[in-house]
């Protein structure tokens, strides 16, 4: 395995708040490129920190990041605005202001890619109001694309989030907890849907996931995190019921789910996984 | 007091006091140096003066050569204070978008381009200080000097000390909405103008130009002591009126002043339910 292989490699990742918390405590991690994981773990327990150093939006206090086998911390201001144009991250809480339009707030994906004087025009008359629309679509919003953003849910928004991001097409998709607003059957298509978009374009995919049996069904990988240290790290098959319990300190009671009763199993066997997945490989 | 347990302490309320305290240790020899009696006012002698001067500005002129005179001085003060406000935007919306913190990529990373950032940012600072921090009325009398007497001086002294506000109550403002927008934009790559506009002016645009608006008004009230240095406009008029000891004509002047302050409002009122 060379290092050149790896998408994003984290190596031996700390990072201390400036309020001197320790959120992420050692932290090794290797992905290739087109690949899937979840990170799941309580709350706390440093996933959005995890992100965010994977993200390049947050300076690691020690340790290295590579991206494509480069540190975008040492990386010109130019090189490095050119690499981030292609890291897309979903926020739990979408950071859109509340007078912005949908459409401006999804175009808004390709400010990294697009010449500045275009994406001003934009604002005046949008530039690609269809491909706004179409990344909508995906997460059944598309009627909404003129709407503004203050007269959407708290769980329309979040997917306005979504759609922001799969209209950027990043090459690395990082999404932070992105379907916590929204109900079960809407956060499973959600997640579908940059599952689908991972795969249809081979970018690679980390997310953050509060609800076990989301990240169950949709990831090849799974990441346990606990009080910012790796717990486990092992393909989803792999991971036993036991060992989330113990993760989430659960013993006897139920993990945090969204409840997907009709798609994923209710009781399992003690150390085995279901996992269904309709439609896809 | 009926609670259990140890009683609840404010942790802040020690602070808070304090701080009030510190206030009024301050404040007082503050007025006492701006010599401020305000029982003089009740003074009955003082007050007869305060009166008869008052009287003097009774009944308001209506003379039509007068108004005349105040309609064109009025339109040159409404000309004066829009082409220096728009000057002054001109001057400071670059370097409010220069000087604003939550739109620096440096203060993400990397650190090599945060010190640069610093020193840019603190340079257009500087500027915008240095700008306010001379009256216009200086500026005024500078220019007069260069253009000669009239209204072209008044626009500049605007432009400049005007500018300077602006860009500073623009950065302020653009900094204390949510930067949380502008961060997210900045880390997938946008050029800083972009996340200005896309993710700072749609929450801050009412209160922009709102203040926009407010320092028009300003303006306004600014041209009349320009006017006295010869800038041109109804503080012209109001000094030739003031030297001719004419009440009556200050008096119309001074109504002319509450109709612009009025049609303001209004027009801070729209704009503001339109940017809504």
Known sequence: ?281 | MAAAGAPLHDPAARGRLTAALLALVVLWPLLALAEFKPWQLFDSANAQVMLNFLAGFWPPATGAEFLALLVRATLETVAIATAGIALAFVVAVPLAAVATRSLSVGRIGPARTRKLGTAVRTGARALLTFLRAIPEIVWALVFVRALGLGPGAGVLALAVTYGGMLGKVYTEILESGDTRPARALLEAGSPRVAALFYALVPGAAQELASYTVYRWECAVRASVVMGFVGAGGLGQLMDQSMKMLNGGEASTILLTFLALVIVADALSAVIRRVLA
């Open chain 1, 1 to 281: 395995m060379s290092a050149t292989e790896d998408h994003l490699r984290l190596a031996d990742g700390e990072l201390v708040h400036p309020n001197g918390q320790r959120a992420l405590r050692g932290v090794s991690l290797r992905l290739s490129a087109g690949e899937r994981a979840a990170v799941v773990g309580p709350s706390g327990a440093g996933k959005t920190t995890l992100i965010r150093v994977l993200g390049a939006s947050l300076r690691p206090t020690r340790g290295q990041l590579e991206i494509s086998g480069t540190d975008p911390w040492q990386l010109a201001a130019g090189a490095l605005r050119r690499l981030r144009s292609g890291i897309g991250i979903v926020h739990q809480s979408p950071p859109i202001p509340p007078r912005l339009r949908v459409v401006t707030a999804v175009l808004a994906g390709r400010l990294g890619t697009r010449p500045a004087w275009q994406s001003l025009l934009s604002l005046v008359a949008p530039i690609d109001a269809e491909g706004a629309r179409a990344a909508l679509a995906r997460l059944d919003l598309g009627e909404r694309v003129f709407d503004r953003c203050d007269r959407l849910s708290g769980g329309q928004l979040q997917r306005v989030g979504i759609a922001r991001v799969l209209y950027q097409q990043p090459a690395l998709l990082l999404a932070d907890e992105p379907v916590s607003a929204l109900d079960p059957t809407l956060a499973d298509a959600s997640v579908g849907a940059l599952v689908a978009e991972s795969e249809a374009r081979g970018a690679t995919l980390v997310a953050s996931l509060h609800a076990v049996d989301l990240a169950l069904k949709w990831f090849p990988r799974l990441i346990g995190m606990r009080a910012g240290e790796i717990v486990f790290d092992r393909p989803t098959a792999a991971v036993t019921t036991a060992m989330l319990h113990e993760l989430y300190a659960t013993e006897g009671r139920e993990l945090p789910r969204q409840g997907v009763d009709a798609l994923v199993e209710d009781v399992r066997p003690p150390n085995v996984v279901v996992l269904k997945r309709p439609g896809c490989q």
